[in-house]
């Protein structure tokens, strides 16, 4: 799994407890070898796309207030890759 993902799939790990829509992406990541984000991107539906269009502004934005360049970047690549 690229690093991006692994990224992904931590931030998602937040979001299983009360969220069907984040329990069902973490599960995805964690059961499947997403060779890349683009393949991850493939298959999502328009309601998994929509969310993950908020959760990773949201931990995009964090990474960058914490300072972690690395995550952000990698994170802006997952993003990117869903929403360009």
């Known amino acids: 799994m690229?690093?991006?993902?692994?990224y992904l799939r931590e931030i998602l790990s937040a979001h299983t407890e009360n969220?069907?829509?984040?329990r069902r992406l973490y599960k995805s990541?964690?059961?499947?070898?997403f060779k890349s984000?683009?393949?991850f991107a493939w298959q999502l539906t328009q309601e998994e796309s929509n969310y993950l269009n908020k959760v990773?502004?949201?931990a995009i934005e964090y990474?960058?207030?914490?300072?972690?360049?690395?995550?952000?970047?990698q994170?802006?690549?997952v993003y990117?890759?869903?929403f360009t």
């Open 56 to 58: 990773l502004e949201e």
């Open 37 to 39: 984000d683009q393949i």
């Open 75 to 77: 994170l802006n690549q």
């Open 19 to 22: 969220d069907a829509v984040g």
């Open 2 to 6: 690229e690093q991006s993902l692994s």
């Open 63 to 73: 990474s960058k207030q914490e300072q972690d360049e690395e995550r952000a970047r």
């Open 80 to 82: 990117e890759q869903l």
């Open 29 to 33: 990541l964690s059961t499947h070898d």
